[in-house]
């Protein structure tokens, strides 16, 4: 049973460029939330996606922006790359969006995007 | 404010010693959930535990077990009988409910390192 996959793996941007992160939820799974973690710090939470919206928002700008296709997986777009972007990207996937339960969150093993 | 608070930047114990994490929460939500999260070097956040507001016993898996004592926002995750395959960052989470987003807010972490 495949878990949470995601791509690429490492990638290397110079400040300006745009990039996109894509994630496969693990399988049975329909929501999926994204994080940034910064060398040092926990996750932080970027947004939320659920039946192909964005369902819940952080603290970040409109910079980030997101996608979820019919099949769940969903791509983390990030325009106009800062110094400060650079950072491990957690996509996380759970089934539905409430709290039932522990609600587990399954992680993959993360984008880690270096800006230049 | 902080919501979740990891006082401990690092910790180190001796293989098969037992060794307590300490984690910290601040929420005036009585319908809460509580999490720690194990991140090795490759960057996947594995799920180790879970403790809600309202459990009366304190959670326990395998090794790790939460001592949660409710009355000082106090979730501290046990893991005893260390092991080498140990050594990781460890992550505090909670999760509000019914005032909340039911996303989970992450601590700081704290980096473990077991001895042999």
């Known amino acids: 049973d495949a878990g949470v996959t995601q791509s690429p793996t490492h990638l290397i941007k110079t400040r300006g460029q745009q990039v996109t992160l894509r994630c496969s939820p693990k399988?049975?799974?329909?929501?999926v939330s994204w994080y940034q973690q910064a060398l040092g710090q926990g996750p932080q939470f970027i947004f939320q996606?659920?039946?192909?919206?964005?369902?819940q928002r952080g603290n970040f700008p409109d910079r980030f922006s997101g996608h979820q296709y019919p099949n769940y997986s969903s791509e983390l777009n990030v325009n106009a790359l800062l110094l400060g972007d650079s950072a491990l990207y957690l996509c996380?996937?759970?089934?539905?969006?409430?709290?039932?339960?522990?609600?587990?969150?399954?992680f993959g093993a993360g984008s880690r995007l270096t800006v230049l | 404010a902080q919501k979740i608070t990891q006082t401990q930047p690092g910790m180190f114990v001796q293989e098969k010693e037992a060794v307590t994490l300490d984690c910290t929460y601040d929420?005036?939500?009585?319908?809460?959930?509580l999490f720690w999260y194990k991140q090795p070097s490759s960057g996947e956040m594995i799920f180790l535990i879970y403790?809600?507001?309202?459990?009366?016993q304190n959670a326990t898996e395998g090794r790790y077990s939460l001592n949660f004592q409710k009355a000082r926002k106090s979730a501290n995750l046990v893991i005893s009988a260390s092991q080498l395959g140990d050594s990781a960052m460890y992550f505090c989470?909670?999760?509000?409910?019914?005032?909340?987003?039911?996303?989970?807010?992450f601590g700081r972490g704290t980096s473990l390192i077991v001895h042999p």
């Open positions: 996380a996937s759970s089934l539905g969006t409430g709290a039932s339960g522990a609600n587990v969150l399954t």
């Open positions: 399988s049975g799974h329909d929501t």
């Open positions: 996606y659920y039946e192909e919206e964005e369902r």
């Open positions: 929420t005036s939500d009585p319908s809460y959930g």
């Open positions: 403790q809600g507001s309202y459990d009366q």
């Open positions: 989470a909670m999760r509000e409910g019914l005032g909340g987003s039911y996303i989970p807010t």
